[in-house]
């Protein structure tokens, strides 16, 4: 079964036929909007939701948090336009005519291999030279607020970035399995970074890498290096 009713091929077209120009501000525009989805599904969620504060209070904003937030996006954007240029010369394959079946499978699949490398990354970013270069502004928000998602080292996103078109590169995954990655990946940032438990506690016992999850790892430095699961923290012993 194809998704028949949507011309995908057609779309990648005009996106081909971009110059670099369009797809610089093309990229700037799509990564500004995801982050203020970002800070709008946080604050709808601090101010809809009932469950009890994980801490006394949300981590102070500051005007540095703003600019590493601004950098994130232009990191972002980097890694866009470099997914393009791969594209553009054959080293990511785009399946244009996926059926339900593969979107499902390649979505889980990216969930799945993107926690691992990022159990991994995120590991070794917390060794003593690493974290002090790049992974320590991150963890000054013991708390957290709605931009701590986005406080991060410039060498992380592009790291995290690189991590995705590696597995592009490496398999002809649709468009649709992407997007549908990459908007889960964001949703999934946002919530683990609230203040408040936003998932039921019996996903704990589902090995789902839930808001409380995360937020102990901002409590202590030591556990939970998961981001979609736990399932990595509880094989190599750092599950808190």
């Known amino acids: 079964m194809n998704f028949n009713w949507f011309d995908f091929s057609g779309y ?3 996106f081909w036929q971009f110059s670099w120009l369009q797809w610089i501000i093309f990229s700037l525009l799509s990564n500004i ?3 203020l989805f970002s800070i709008t599904l946080y604050q709808f969620i601090e101010k809809t939701c009932r469950k009890e504060l994980l801490q006394e209070q949300n981590h102070p904003f500051t005007k540095s948090d703003i600019y590493l937030s601004l950098l994130t996006i232009v990191c972002n954007s980097f890694v866009m336009l470099l997914g393009v240029f791969l594209w553009k010369n054959k080293w990511i394959i785009i399946d244009s005519q996926p059926s339900v079946v593969s979107v ?3 979505a889980i699949a990216l969930i799945f291999l993107m926690d691992l490398l990022m159990y991994f990354f995120h590991y070794a970013a917390h060794l003593p030279f690493m974290y002090e270069i790049l992974h320590g502004k991150h ?3 013991v708390s957290t607020n709605f931009l701590s998602l986005f406080v991060l080292h410039p060498f992380e996103t592009i790291g995290f970035g690189l991590m ?6 490496s398999y002809d995954f649709s468009i649709i399995s992407i997007v549908l990655y990459l908007l889960i990946n964001l949703v999934w940032g946002t919530i683990g970074h609230l203040n408040r438990e936003f998932f039921p506690a019996s ?3 589902l090995f789902i890498g839930t808001t409380r999850f995360h937020n102990q790892h901002h409590l ?3 556990k939970n290096f998961g981001f979609y699961t736990s399932i990595w923290d509880r094989l190599f012993g750092t599950y808190r």
């Not at 995705?164 to 590169?169: K, P, Q, S, T, V």
């Open 203 to 205: 996903f704990d016992r």
């Open 33 to 35: 909007f995801l982050c």
């Open 164 to 169: 995705i078109l590696a597995l592009l590169m």
């Open 220 to 222: 202590d430095e030591t």
């Open 12 to 14: 990648l077209k005009i």
């Open 139 to 141: 963890h000054k928000h």
């Open 104 to 106: 499902f499978l390649e």
